[in-house]
């Protein structure tokens, strides 16, 4: 396990969400998750820019963005960095669609609790950085 924390960001436009999500994560040290947001999609392409983020929440549905096109964005922004879809949507074909396109999970809000929200995030680390060759542990 890590002995350190996986920064994470999550691009959200919604606030009590993203407070939501922060404490469900905080209950969590080993390992443990910083957890930062941005509101809107250009904001969260400038903080990946900054080379301090290990993996991304994305809401497909932001003031500046919206739907695959979201996650087409941030793929051409940083392919080096796992995203997981975090929507409302649920909807097997669009799930399908956003694997495809390079999101390494799609989970619909409201379908998990903190337990399975840190698995995942987890597993989505593990595959990404696995296929890369990178012992993160």
């Known amino acids: 396990m890590l002995n350190r924390a996986i920064k994470v960001l999550v691009i959200e436009d919604d606030a009590n969400y993203f407070?939501?999500?922060?404490?469900?994560l905080a209950y969590y040290r080993s390992p443990s998750f910083e957890?930062?947001?941005a509101r809107m999609?250009?904001?969260?392409?400038?903080?990946?820019?900054?080379?301090?983020?290990?993996?991304?929440?994305l809401d497909l549905t932001l003031p500046d963005s919206s739907g695959l096109n979201t996650l087409i964005t941030v793929r051409k922004s940083s392919s080096l960095i796992p995203v997981v879809i975090?929507?409302?949507v649920d909807d097997p074909a669009l799930s399908a669609q956003a694997i495809g396109l390079g999101?390494?999970?799609?989970?619909?809000?409201?379908?998990?609790?903190?337990e399975q929200l840190r698995s995942r995030i987890l597993n989505a680390m593990d595959v990404f950085y696995g296929m890369r060759g990178t012992d993160e542990e």
């Open 41 to 57: 999609l250009q904001s969260g392409l400038d903080r990946l820019r900054t080379g301090d983020v290990e993996l991304v929440l």
């Open 35 to 37: 957890v930062s947001r």
């Open 86 to 88: 975090l929507t409302g």
């Open 103 to 114: 999101a390494q999970d799609y989970i619909v809000k409201g379908s998990f609790d903190r």
């Open 19 to 24: 407070i939501f999500l922060s404490e469900m």
